[in-house]
C-alpha cells in the first residue's frame, strides 16, 4: 500500500512538469525583424570612351590623333536599414532600403603622331585623370528562406529592387590644332588638352538581387548580422559634353589660347569621333550591422 502511495505522490508531481516540457517543446520563431548596417561595396563600372581622327593641313600630310577614355569605379561605403516578416519560422519577407555612393577614377590616354611633307615623323602621348562619382538608392522586396538555429540564423534572400542612380564625371582628350606662326614662316602643329564633363545624371532602374546573410545572436531577441549581397541592374549610355574655352598646346608652348568653341563642338560631333560610354551600375557589397526581433511566438 505504501508503494501505491510513493507511486501516485510521483505521478502527480511529475505531471505538470512533463505537461509544461510538452508545451515548451514547440518551435519558436519572431514574428518580426528589424535591423540598420553599414557596408562597403563595389560598383562593376567600366566604361570606355574612344576619340579618333585623321586629317591633313598644307605642310601636314597626314595627322593622326587618339584618346581612349576609361572609367572605373573605386571601394565605396553606404549604410541602411530593413523590415522583415516571417509566415513561419523559415519562410518571410524584406524590405530593404539603402544608399551607397563609390569614387570614380578616370584615366584618358592620349597618342598622337603627324608627318611633315619632308618626311619628319612626329609622335607625342600623354595620360590624363580625372574623377567622379556614382551614388545609388536601392529599394529591394525579398523573399527570405531563414535557417533559424539556438545561437545563430542563416538566411538567403532575393528579389526586385528599384534603382536611383545618380552618376557625374570629367575628363579629358586630345584635340590637334594647325596654324601659320605670326608671321607666316612657319606651320605650327600641337594637341589641346580638352576638357570633357558628364554634368549629374539622375535615372531610375529595375533589377534583381540576391543576399546571403549570417547572424549571431547576442540574445534572444538581439543579434550582429554579416550579409553578402549583389545586385543587377541594367547599363545606361551617356554622353560627354565639351567645355568650351581656351586652351594652351601640351607640348611646345607656341600655341597659347586656342579657342576651342560652338564651331570646334559642331565639328567633333558632326564627325562622330568621340563615343559616349555606358554606366554600368551592378555592384557587390559587404554590410555589418545590428538586428532587432520581436517576442517569439510559439508555431503550432
Not at 510521483?10 to 518551435?27: E, G, I, K
Not at 600630310?61 to 516571417?86: D, M, N, R
Request: a positive charge.
Amino acid at each position: 500500500m505504501r508503494r501505491l502511495l510513493w507511486i501516485g505522490a510521483f505521478l502527480l508531481v511529475s505531471a505538470p512538469t512533463a505537461s509544461a516540457q510538452y508545451y515548451f517543446d514547440y518551435p519558436k520563431y519572431a514574428r518580426f525583424e528589424t535591423g540598420v548596417f553599414v557596408f562597403g561595396g563595389q560598383a562593376l563600372n567600366n566604361g570606355r570612351t574612344n576619340y579618333s581622327d585623321s586629317w591633313h593641313d598644307r605642310l601636314l600630310v597626314s595627322v593622326f590623333e587618339k584618346t581612349i577614355i576609361t572609367q572605373k569605379s573605386s571601394l565605396g561605403g553606404g549604410a541602411g536599414l530593413f523590415f522583415g516578416f516571417f509566415f513561419n519560422r523559415t519562410l518571410g519577407a524584406e524590405l530593404l532600403l539603402e544608399s551607397s555612393a563609390s569614387p570614380l577614377k578616370t584615366t584618358a590616354e592620349m597618342s598622337a603622331s603627324w608627318m611633315w611633307a619632308d618626311y619628319r615623323n612626329v609622335k607625342h602621348s600623354a595620360t590624363w585623370l580625372g574623377t567622379g562619382r556614382l551614388s545609388t538608392t536601392r529599394i529591394s522586396f525579398n523573399l527570405v528562406n531563414r535557417f533559424p538555429g539556438r545561437f545563430r540564423d542563416l538566411t538567403f534572400s532575393g528579389g526586385v529592387t528599384a534603382f536611383r542612380h545618380a552618376f557625374t564625371a570629367d575628363s579629358w582628350f586630345g584635340f590637334g590644332v594647325s596654324k601659320l606662326s605670326e608671321d607666316g614662316q612657319f606651320q605650327l602643329m600641337d594637341i589641346l588638352k580638352v576638357g570633357l564633363r558628364l554634368p549629374k545624371t539622375a535615372w531610375w532602374a529595375l533589377g534583381i538581387d540576391f543576399g546571403i546573410g549570417y547572424t549571431h545572436k547576442l540574445s534572444e531577441r538581439i543579434g550582429i548580422k554579416a550579409e553578402i549581397r549583389g545586385f543587377m541592374c541594367p547599363a545606361k549610355t551617356v554622353s560627354w559634353t565639351f567645355v568650351e574655352g581656351l586652351y594652351d598646346g601640351e607640348f611646345y608652348g607656341q600655341m597659347r589660347d586656342e579657342p576651342f568653341g560652338k564651331d570646334s563642338v559642331a565639328f567633333v560631333t558632326k564627325a562622330r569621333t568621340l563615343s559616349g560610354f555606358a554606366v554600368k551600375p551592378s555592384s557587390v557589397r559587404l554590410g555589418l550591422g545590428l538586428t532587432w526581433s520581436s517576442a517569439p511566438v510559439v508555431e503550432y
